[in-house]
């Protein structure tokens, strides 16, 4: 168990709280990476590969479908939230942890050796939605019980620097991908990458695995859930206990994160598409998207620290206050189809975009009490991912059909920001709020002061 959990006051990491807080970034650097080697291979890949039939009778299908099979993973995340949190309410964090990882790493590594249409007929699109919908379960309960281990091992004053190792793995994933693609598309031709080389990015999953796992079996369990095991205070359904005493605060957390998925998916999925159709080479907008990455990685950890300093919800505000403000000015950047300018616009997206991310495990983790907290915030999370992230490219797509101008997919990202903005404002500040059995049941009696003598 780290030590520093104990101590409010300890400022440095040891060699312990470094296994933690690495345990928790892997896998949501894991997830990330998947995604966007995902999304390549479906605007590049899977139509060919795997869908190719459908367009006997109708074609362009087989490519609507490939595009489908990135958001489909998203439907089976409450239901891995489910799943994930309530067995880690009941049998802890660090065990569900290490599931969700290989669960998510193994569908991810068997893409990259899957058969196609050609070889196996049928079976070959049936597995690959098969494997993404495995990748969805598993990405729903893994957030959650990364953001709890890093949160529930951190000091009192430093939850939100801790609770941003999470969040980081998203830029990170999206750098190591980034990169990979960068470096195979360099050292090999067009139909080379085509033929098998879009294969390698799914198979490095596999050393991804085996580095996570070893980190990750080596993590103590968090000190908050070890405790209300000793006090045996777990609940005999947890689940239950959730939607009974703490649904506000499960439709908050969903709110609260959508404008920050919504936008983030834009980034991700959205604006390199976008700006190849405006007529900007490839390989510099893929360095845009790098540079971008980089951002949102220092922003993120910023906005953690951040939180630390002046209260979760404020940070929050000023993040969603800035990327509504850059929203319109973003796509009239990009419309100039200068690629310095469209580096500099996503740049100054990350911004906004890391401060209303950093501060979600530690706000997130702060907002429910401990024997419903891995359920509350796995589903808070997946449902606000659905609500925000799913759709928001397909939605911005046919805006851009519809009127002929960005700016009305700025104008839907500012709604998002609005909703988001007003959600986290109903939010008493969580900075300070007791984590653990014992302290909680001390801020309940001084809150009740007539349950003392019970």
Request: include cysteine; charged fraction near 10%.
């Amino acid at each position: 168990m780290s030590s520093s959990s104990a101590v409010g006051g300890r400022q440095r990491m040891s060699a312990e709280d470094r296994k933690v807080v690495a345990g928790t970034m892997v896998g949501t650097t894991i997830e990330w990476y998947d995604f966007f080697i995902f999304a390549q291979a479906a605007g590049l890949i899977f139509a060919s590969l795997y869908f190719e039939p459908l367009n006997t009778d109708n074609p362009g299908l087989a490519q609507l479908v490939s595009f489908a099979t990135i958001g489909i993973s998203f439907f089976f995340r409450p239901l891995g939230a489910i799943v994930a949190g309530h067995l880690g309410d009941r049998i802890g964090r660090k065990i569900m942890l290490v599931f969700t990882l290989v669960l998510m790493g193994g569908a991810t590594a068997l893409i990259g050796v899957l058969p196609t249409y050609a070889q196996i007929g049928f079976w070959a699109p049936v597995l690959l939605i098969l494997l993404r919908i495995l990748q969805g379960f598993s990405a729903g309960g893994e957030w959650g019980g990364a953001a709890l281990m890093a949160v529930e091992h951190a000091p009192k004053n430093k939850r939100g620097f801790w609770g941003a190792y999470p969040q980081i793995g998203v830029p990170v994933g999206m750098i190591l991908a980034t990169l990979v693609i960068l470096l195979l598309r360099s050292s090999m031709t067009e139909e080379q990458f085509l033929a098998w080389g879009w294969r390698v990015p799914f198979l490095i999953s596999v050393l991804l695995i085996g580095v996570g796992y070893i980190i990750r079996k080596r993590v103590a369990e968090s000190p908050v859930f070890a405790e209300m095991q000793q006090r045996k205070k777990e609940s005999a359904a947890p689940l239950g206990q959730l939607f009974k005493k703490n649904t506000k605060e499960v439709v908050l957390t969903a709110l609260v994160f959508i404008a920050n998925n919504a936008v983030g998916y834009l980034l991700i999925a959205f604006f390199s598409a976008y700006a190849i159709g405006l007529g900007m080479p490839p390989s510099p907008i893929l360095f845009a998207t790098l540079l971008a990455s980089f951002g949102w990685l220092i922003f993120t950890m910023y906005g953690g620290i951040l939180s630390d300093k002046i209260g979760r919800v404020r940070t929050f505000q000023i993040g969603y206050a800035m990327v509504f403000l850059w929203m319109i000015p973003l796509f009239m950047l990009i419309d100039t189809q200068n690629i310095w300018l469209y580096g500099i616009a996503l740049f100054v997206l990350t911004v906004g975009l890391g401060l209303s991310y950093g501060p979600m495990s530690a706000m997130y983790a702060e907002m429910f009490p401990v024997n419903v907290r891995y359920s509350g915030i796995s589903i808070g999370y997946a449902l606000g991912a659905i609500l925000g992230g799913a759709f928001a490219p397909t939605i911005s797509q046919a805006l851009l059909n519809n009127t002929g101008w960005s700016g009305s997919i700025g104008i839907y990202m500012m709604v998002l920001c609005v909703i988001s903005f007003v959600a986290v404002s109903l939010i008493k500040e969580t900075k300070g709020n007791n984590l653990r059995v014992e302290e909680a049941h001390q801020q309940y009696l001084k809150e009740h002061p007539e349950e003392a003598g019970h």
